[in-house]
Nanobody, 123 residues
Framework: QVQLVESGGGSVRAGGSLRLSCAASGFTYSTYCMAWFRQAPGKEREGVALINSDGSISHVASVKGRFAISKDNAKNTLSLQMNSLKPEDTAMYYC?????????????????WGQGTQVTVSS
């Protein structure tokens, strides 16, 4: 049974930092594309960062230079280091997994999702 469990969310002031983690189980983690998505109230879910099984990484333009995705295949964990947080980063953050050849920003490419962790950034 596939499980993705996020942690590390919280409330911070603008300019602060948070580190999100996602613990994965029930599938061959190292061979999958892993990604972070977020959804703010009243908005569509959007991609934030992804890392494929070959280590290739992409970050959406709005977080480049501030956020960094990483993964530890030995521990089956995915992380998102978030620095210089802005109020517009406030959202529920989700961890997701897709087959490596389907790695993209498309929501439909990801059959596995976590429950999410809330990030709130105040000004």
């Amino acid at each position: 049974q596939v499980q993705l469990v996020e942690s590390g969310g919280g409330s911070v002031r603008a300019g602060g930092s948070l580190r999100l983690s996602c613990a994965a189980s029930g599938f061959t983690y190292s061979t999958y594309c892993m990604a972070w998505f977020r959804q703010a109230p009243g908005k569509e879910r959007e991609g934030v960062a992804l890392i494929n099984s070959d280590g290739s990484i992409s970050h959406v333009a709005s977080v480049k230079g501030r956020f960094a995705i990483s993964k530890d295949n030995a521990k089956n964990t995915l992380s998102l280091q978030m620095n210089s947080l802005k109020p517009e980063d406030t959202a529920m953050y989700y961890c997701a997994a897709a087959l490596r050849f389907a790695c993209s920003w498309s929501l439909s490419a990801y059959p596995y999702w976590g429950q999410g962790t809330q990030v709130t950034v105040s000004s």
